[in-house]
């Protein structure tokens, strides 16, 4: 399917929940979803290139900014800006791959690359990806986090961002002033070099574990991951 463009699971804070999960109410939370086809995203120009799954996260295939024929977002743009088809950026596919996978929406502009490949060329970002089974988690900092899978899977972990980026999350019963800032992002790897290959796996959402990126703001983890079959199982 192709798009051209200008169900998650958001655990709400309250004393029963947020603060005290168990890997039981987790995992009870967390739903493992159906992978889709592919689809195709074209974003002219400055506009949002925006990727979105309904179910499952984002797999980024194919990636590339520039231009590779003339009528793509070429509408009445002149035919001077149009004519160089062999613009593309090298390393826009992995700038994209590390901004949207494993998320379930992601949303990116040009600013988001390193150079202009082409400064006379009228250029577009053009994406094929899929949405692939996951299991989505959002745990509040401080709160533990626990990641299990079936014996003879292990964990695989696709992405994670410890931040905010919802006023609404984890926000109960927290001062206003620590939620304003939802730009607040912060991918890591730590979850990934910690739990990746075990079959079970637990830690805590916090500044000391994870980084901080915005003192002063009450944060949470936002991560996906799958269980995959163990070599040898």
């Known amino acids: 399917m192709l798009h051209f463009s200008a169900a998650s699971i958001s655990l709400s804070e309250s ?9 039981t109410l987790l995992l009870a939370a967390a739903c493992l979803l159906v992978s889709t086809g ?20 984002i797999r980024v295939q194919e990636s590339m900014y520039g231009r590779r024929d003339r009528d793509t977002c070429s509408g009445e ?28 929406v992601c949303e990116v502009t040009p600013a988001i690359f390193a ?22 988690l959002i745990t509040c900092e401080q709160s533990m986090v626990e990641l299990q899978c079936d014996q003879g899977h292990v964990i695989h972990v696709y992405h994670a961002d410890f931040g905010r980026r ?43 574990m994870l980084g901080d990126t915005c003192p002063r703001m009450y944060k949470y983890l936002e991560l996906t991951y799958n269980c995959l079959k163990s070599v040898g199982a």
């Not at 999350?169 to 607040?184: D, G, H, L, Q, T």
Request: net charge positive; with cysteine; aromatic share 4%.
């Open 115 to 136: 150079r202009d490949p082409c400064n006379d060329t009228f250029k577009y970002i053009q994406t094929t990806y899929t949405c692939i089974p996951a299991i989505h």
């Open 15 to 23: 004393p029963e929940t947020m603060l005290r999960l168990s890997s």
């Open 77 to 104: 743009k002149a035919e001077e800006v149009a004519i160089n088809t062999a613009c593309s950026l090298e390393g826009a596919e992995d700038t994209i791959r590390t901004s949207c996978d494993g998320k379930k």
């Open 166 to 208: 919802d006023p609404h999350i984890c926000s109960f019963r927290r001062e206003a002033s620590r939620m304003e800032n939802i730009k607040c992002s912060n991918p890591t790897s730590k979850v990934a070099e910690r739990c990746n290959g075990k079959r079970t796996c637990s830690m805590r959402a916090s500044s000391g």
């Open 38 to 57: 592919a689809e195709r995203v074209i974003t002219c120009g400055n506009h949002v290139h925006r990727l979105s799954c309904e179910t499952g996260v």
